[in-house]
């Protein structure tokens, strides 16, 4: 399996994208940076993209994908998400006042993307790959996910704060090779990281108790301007595998 980031910052400014992965070249998970990380080509490749939840710095650019895949796909490209999202982007986004309606468009039944409604729990299988959602603790309905082929799997929780059950799915997850979940904002900042839930460095060290599995854990969603605060602090928890995602970096595995 390869995993790519495509962002993974808190905050968008140059050379700071935000959230989106693409995983063996077919599959996005969240659409920060789709367009700006990705070659037309690459986009035009991508076929299924699982949203966590519905905030614009994980789906903005969406409507831009959806122009410039127009033309380039005989089959739709698969939205899969929550129904609260889903509803989130037929009603604010997709509703032909912010951005032409693509879910009918060229046709209702041959569109440029289609939506997917997902279960938390359910297992789907896609382009090889076994994508496990599950709820997680955000201001709105939001899933991290478990991704998992014959040999390894990783986990990505998304925005979230304190939560219990992608914990308890990591532990029982087998060949897993990579949790990653978010920090937000600095010890500082607890009282906005609390009303936003978010995590700050010290919520994650409690929350990274829970994990009982020896595994490489990868940080993202930091905010830009509050990095050089926050480095120190997650330096502090003295995990002996923690580190920062880059973007544009690889993994396989
Ligand atoms: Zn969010
Ligand atoms: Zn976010």
Request: hydrophobic share 40%; with cysteine.
């Amino acid at each position: 399996m390869e995993l790519k980031v495509l962002g993974c910052s808190g905050g968008e400014a140059e050379g700071e994208r935000l959230t989106g992965f693409l995983v063996n070249g077919r599959i996005a998970i969240d659409a920060g940076s789709l367009t700006l990380a990705l070659r037309l080509s690459e986009q035009i490749a991508i076929r299924h993209i699982f949203l966590t939840h519905s905030h614009l710095d994980h789906i903005c650019t969406l409507p831009f994908f959806t122009k410039n895949i127009f033309g380039h796909v005989e089959v739709p490209v698969e939205i899969h998400a929550l129904p609260q999202t889903l509803d989130a982007l037929r009603r604010h986004l997709f509703n032909d006042e912010l951005w032409p309606d693509f879910s009918v468009i060229p046709s209702p039944d041959k569109p440029i993307i289609r939506y997917s409604e997902i279960t938390p729990g359910e297992i789907y299988e896609v382009e090889g790959l076994r994508i496990t959602p599950v709820m997680v603790n955000h201001l709105v309905p939001c899933v991290g996910y478990r991704v998992e082929d014959d040999h390894s799997a990783f986990i990505f929780t998304s925005d979230t704060a304190e939560t219990d059950g992608i914990y308890t799915l990591a532990n029982a997850t087998k060949n897993l090779k990579f949790f990653i979940t978010e920090a937000s904002f600095p010890n500082e900042q607890t009282r906005l990281a609390e009303a936003s839930k978010h995590l700050t460095p010290a919520k994650l060290g409690g929350e990274l108790r829970k994990l009982k599995q020896g595994v490489a854990v990868g940080i993202y969603h930091l905010t830009p301007g509050e990095r050089p605060i926050m480095l120190p602090q997650l330096e502090a928890l003295q995990h002996p595998d923690l580190r920062l995602l880059n973007q544009d970096e690889r993994y396989e595995w």
